[in-house]
């Protein structure tokens, strides 16, 4: 079971500051949240027409050990938000084309049929977003979490850094020994100092992106993610969620921060 587990894990989407997730037969949520721990799972049954749940409002469905049916594709897709997945992760089963085409008939997009390592098999399909706009559905997925907190008022359980990380390469061209260092994209005014921190990586990249195309942002190249308690223990205040504006009235200037002490990425 690990190995869907860990399949499963990997194929989970984007999302704002928690994760919704709808557990089928309650059979993912134990191994998923030693993974995520912004995991808000909702177990439901496994026939989907005793679910009660509302339109539009998870971002993922996942069910282990499951057999397909048209009431189920029907119903995942319904519950689905734009951009959130059905993951179907069986101990046993053959990769055939026949399953992505009925995945893709019950309208699902972004369509993943693949075998699972030591065995097993994953299916995987996506609620078509909205617009075709990566930047829009990004806006989008970032609009679910509230602006102008701090860590009194924040009660997600992460927050993402915008990092600029020297040397600027990739983990795998980096050596075991190889120094890093992380500097986190902060603002001062006078004697004040505040990392500008964000709830999830949607809200990272859109506040990032036009901050970039706009020349107010450079030489970030990375997103990193602390726990909100190793957070509230930095010697500097922490905006989450600014806006733009912040950019405009204050000096930019960068924090180091200790990488060891992040996350694993898991987005």
């Known amino acids: 079971m690990s190995a869907l587990i860990d399949a499963v894990r990997k194929n989970l989407p984007p999302s704002a500051s928690d994760l919704r997730l709808l557990d089928v037969n309650g059979a993912a949520a134990d191994g998923l949240s030693a993974y995520r721990a912004d995991l808000i799972a909702i177990p439901v049954d496994g026939d989907a027409a005793t679910w009660q749940v509302e339109p539009a409002s998870v971002d993922a469905v996942v069910a282990l050990d499951y057999v397909l049916n048209d009431a189920f594709l029907s ?4 519950v689905l938000r734009a951009g959130g997945r059905l993951i179907v992760a069986n101990r046993r089963g053959d990769v055939r084309e026949a399953l992505g085409r009925r995945l893709e008939a019950a309208g699902y997009v972004r369509i993943l049929v693949e075998a699972v390592p030591g065995g097993g098999l994953l299916m995987r399909g996506e609620r078509q ?7 829009a559905r ?3 997925a970032a609009a679910q979490d509230a602006d102008r907190l701090d860590l009194t008022t924040f009660k997600g359980r992460y927050v993402h850094l915008l990092i600029q990380q020297t ?14 260092t992380w500097r986190a ?6 004697e004040d100092q505040a990392v500008l921190a964000f709830s999830s990586l949607p809200k990272a990249v859109g506040f990032m992106q036009p901050a970039i195309l706009s020349g107010h942002i450079k030489d970030v190249n990375k997103v990193g993610k602390f726990r909100r308690e190793r957070a509230a223990q930095w010697p500097f205040k922490v905006l989450v969620n600014p806006h733009q504006d912040v950019l405009a009235d204050a000096e930019l200037t ?9 996350e694993a990425p898991d987005e």
């Open 254 to 262: 960068f924090i180091t921060v200790d990488h060891r002490l992040a």
């Open 129 to 135: 977003h909205d617009t075709a706009d990566t930047l």
């Open 167 to 180: 040397p600027n390469k990739p983990a795998w061209h980096m050596t075991p020994d190889e120094p890093i």
């Open 185 to 190: 994209l902060a603002i001062r005014r006078g």
């Open 138 to 140: 990004i806006r989008h």
């Open 75 to 78: 119903a995942s897709l319904s």
